[in-house]
């Protein structure tokens, strides 16, 4: 009797089904820090607690211990998490019969069922694994945790990472003229017309005659500063300058983007504008390092139709997807594809009426996630499924090329008429697309409407984002800022997750492109 006393007393609780609940959770989220809020997980990581604590409370109480009941909860999230990666290694290895969830599926539950068999029958006393489970548990998130707070406490000390051309001050706006609204609307990976041509045989000089009638001058030989990746091309554009790539060629690539997306939050665009006493209107992209939630005017559409509930996240998307519940809930849980094609509808939707809803002068930013993928919208805008996982795919771009192509000349025109002074629009990709000539990578749609003004006089067939702003500032505003080189610079990797991977400092050479442009096909 005393022994068991003893025992209750000193009997550690199984952490470990909560450390495992959350586990992939904050695995994720260390591996994706740069690109995702905080705020964004907090959803996931209380469904990951919640729903295995309820089914917990009730196992516990039928089998009268929490131990057996622990054990047995961890094994079927065990199992749960680690389908989906088995999958993919059987997929990677050339093994596709034996992927398919429908043999998986029934191979893990039989497993499941010989380890209830084991705990419930052969394990005599659950308490004596309690200790060890715990123990392995926490070793095995101990990394990310390590991550997770390294990056906090870099980010307490984001640097100044400016290179050339670096804004030292900020003026007052004028006060002789009239201030005009100022719409930049990016169109995420869309390609210039001739490489879109060249590339994937689809010529979209219709759009661009459009934007011209219109009135915008369509730069036909533009190209992004920074086409690896979009944080590198937005942070050079809204703070109209380069990267010191001396100081992040010797620094950890982790706080490299922390610096640049600390920078992107907290750009010299917006607080000129402010300065000059514009609102600053910004939407919810889904993509946390987009989202200007310090905006004067935060626009969050993500909504389930006619609902107050959010729509899933990027983060919370990808961490369904690494389960099979991603096609259990298929049908009546919205996918990630699907609040994404709605979350794009909604802004395309706003983005007019903001002319005459807010008032002027204003500063509005939309980053719209098209043509980028996932390739959901068909030409006409319907919904269309997509499992390209995340791979380019030529017919499915073209589509979505399409598609936002028709919807700019109709919402800019919208703008242009609803305007009650005439604002300057600019309609620009953040880069290219996907390509094994980086040629298609660099070259981008680039189009300004400067009323009231000769544009010629101006603007360039060359002009790259990181002169964008700097133009409109000395045209309209009576800055003096010099133009910089329109020059391309290409990273040493392919993605932030191999320079953080490898712990290897972000390096930038110059690009020159191998073909001269070609304004007419």
Same mark, same amino acid.
């Given at each position: 009797?005393?022994?068991?006393?003893?025992?209750?007393? &000193?009997?550690?609780?199984?952490?470990?089904?909560?450390?495992?609940? &959350?586990?992939?959770?904050?695995?994720?989220?260390?591996?994706?820090?740069?690109?995702?809020? *905080?705020?964004?997980?907090?959803?996931? *990581?209380? *469904?990951?607690?919640?729903?295995?604590?309820?089914?917990?409370?009730?196992?516990?109480?039928?089998?009268?211990?929490?131990?057996?009941?622990?054990?047995?909860?961890?094994?079927?999230? !065990?199992?749960?998490?680690?389908?989906?990666?088995?999958?993919?290694?059987?997929?990677?290895?050339?093994?596709? /019969?034996?992927?398919?969830?429908?043999?998986?599926?029934? $191979? @893990?539950?039989?497993?499941?069922?010989?380890?209830?068999?084991?705990?419930?029958?052969?394990?005599?006393?659950?308490?004596?694994?309690?200790?060890?489970?715990?123990?392995?548990?926490?070793?095995?998130?101990?990394?990310?945790?390590?991550?997770?707070?390294?990056?906090?406490? +870099?980010?307490?000390?984001?640097?100044?990472?400016?290179?050339? /051309?670096?804004?030292?001050?900020?003026?007052?706006?004028?006060? #002789?003229?009239?201030?005009? #609204?100022?719409?930049?609307?990016?169109?995420?990976?869309?390609?210039?017309?001739?490489?879109?041509?060249?590339?994937? +045989?689809?010529?979209?000089?219709?759009?661009?005659?459009?934007?011209?009638?219109?009135? !915008?001058?369509?730069?036909?030989?533009?190209?992004?500063?920074?086409?690896?990746?979009?944080?590198?091309?937005?942070?050079?554009?809204? +703070?109209?300058?380069?990267?010191?790539?001396?100081?992040?060629?010797?620094?950890?690539?982790?706080?490299?983007?922390?610096?640049?997306?600390?920078?992107?939050?907290?750009?010299?665009?917006?607080?000129? !504008?402010?300065?000059?006493?514009?609102?600053?209107?910004? !939407?919810?992209?889904?993509?946390?390092?987009?989202?200007?939630?310090?905006?004067?005017?935060?626009?969050?559409?993500?909504?389930?139709?006619?609902?107050?509930?959010?729509?899933?996240?990027?983060?919370?998307?990808?961490?369904?997807?690494?389960?099979?519940?991603? @096609?259990?809930?298929?049908?009546?849980?919205?996918?990630?594809?699907?609040?994404?094609?709605?979350?794009?509808?909604?802004?395309?939707?706003?983005?007019?009426?903001?002319?005459?809803?807010?008032?002027?002068?204003?500063?509005?930013?939309?980053?719209?996630? $098209? %043509?980028?993928?996932?390739? $959901?919208?068909?030409?006409? =805008?319907?919904?269309?499924?997509?499992?390209?996982?995340?791979?380019?795919?030529?017919?499915?771009?073209?589509?979505?090329?399409?598609?936002?192509?028709?919807?700019?000349?109709?919402?800019?025109?919208?703008?242009?008429?609803?305007?009650?002074?005439? %604002?300057?629009?600019?309609?620009?990709?953040?880069?290219?697309?996907?390509?094994?000539?980086?040629?298609?990578?660099? /070259?981008?749609?680039?189009?300004?409407?400067?009323? =009231?003004?000769?544009?010629?006089?101006?603007?360039?067939?060359?002009?790259?984002?990181?002169?964008?702003?700097?133009?409109?500032?000395? $045209?309209?505003?009576?800055?003096?800022?010099?133009?910089?080189?329109?020059?391309?610079?290409?990273?040493?990797?392919?993605?932030?997750?191999?320079?953080?991977?490898?712990? &290897?400092?972000?390096?930038?050479?110059?690009?020159?492109?191998?073909?001269?442009?070609?304004?007419?096909?």
């Amino acid at each position: 009797m005393k022994t068991d006393l003893y025992r209750k007393k &000193i009997s550690p609780f199984p952490i470990y089904i909560i450390v495992i609940a &959350i586990a992939p959770a904050i695995t994720l989220y260390a591996n994706n820090l740069t690109q995702v809020a *905080f705020s964004s997980t907090l959803r996931a *990581f209380a *469904f990951s607690l919640l729903i295995p604590g309820i089914i917990f409370a009730i196992l516990s109480i039928i089998l009268k211990s929490i131990y057996s009941s622990a054990a047995i909860i961890s094994l079927g999230l !065990f199992l749960l998490y680690i389908i989906v990666p088995i999958q993919l290694f059987l997929i990677e290895n050339g093994i596709t /019969g034996l992927s398919r969830l429908r043999y998986m599926i029934p $191979v @893990f539950i039989v497993i499941f069922i010989l380890g209830l068999f084991v705990i419930l029958k052969k394990i005599r006393n659950p308490i004596l694994i309690t200790k060890p489970l715990n123990i392995i548990s926490l070793v095995m998130i101990l990394f990310p945790l390590y991550q997770l707070g390294a990056y906090w406490i +870099n980010s307490l000390y984001a640097k100044n990472i400016q290179g050339q /051309g670096q804004v030292e001050t900020l003026q007052e706006a004028p006060v #002789d003229r009239m201030l005009p #609204d100022v719409y930049y609307i990016v169109l995420d990976t869309h390609g210039r017309s001739d490489k879109i041509y060249n590339e994937l +045989n689809y010529d979209n000089s219709q759009f661009l005659d459009k934007l011209s009638q219109t009135g !915008f001058y369509v730069a036909q030989c533009s190209n992004a500063n920074y086409p690896s990746a979009t944080w590198q091309s937005m942070y050079a554009t809204l +703070n109209m300058q380069y990267f010191n790539h001396e100081k992040i060629g010797k620094q950890n690539p982790v706080q490299t983007s922390i610096d640049g997306v600390s920078a992107i939050k907290n750009n010299e665009v917006v607080r000129q !504008f402010k300065r000059f006493g514009y609102k600053y209107v910004s !939407f919810n992209t889904l993509y946390d390092f987009l989202n200007f939630t310090n905006a004067d005017v935060y626009l969050d559409l993500a909504y389930i139709p006619d609902t107050k509930i959010k729509l899933p996240n990027k983060f919370e998307s990808l961490l369904i997807a690494s389960t099979p519940l991603s @096609f259990a809930l298929n049908g009546w849980l919205y996918s990630n594809n699907e609040a994404h094609y709605k979350n794009v509808v909604s802004i395309m939707d706003e983005l007019p009426k903001i002319s005459t809803q807010i008032s002027s002068p204003k500063f509005v930013y939309a980053h719209i996630m $098209v %043509p980028h993928y996932p390739y $959901v919208f068909s030409p006409t =805008g319907n919904y269309m499924t997509d499992d390209s996982t995340g791979e380019f795919l030529e017919d499915r771009y073209v589509d979505q090329v399409a598609y936002i192509d028709a919807q700019i000349v109709t919402i800019t025109e919208k703008i242009i008429e609803n305007s009650p002074t005439p %604002p300057i629009i600019i309609v620009q990709g953040d880069h290219g697309f996907p390509s094994a000539d980086y040629d298609n990578s660099a /070259g981008i749609l680039n189009a300004y409407y400067f009323p =009231g003004v000769e544009q010629s006089d101006y603007l360039y067939p060359s002009i790259s984002p990181i002169n964008t702003f700097r133009l409109i500032f000395n $045209v309209y505003f009576g800055l003096d800022m010099p133009l910089l080189p329109d020059t391309i610079y290409r990273d040493n990797l392919e993605s932030d997750a191999e320079h953080n991977k490898g712990n &290897i400092p972000y390096l930038f050479t110059e690009y020159v492109p191998r073909s001269e442009c070609s304004i007419s096909k």
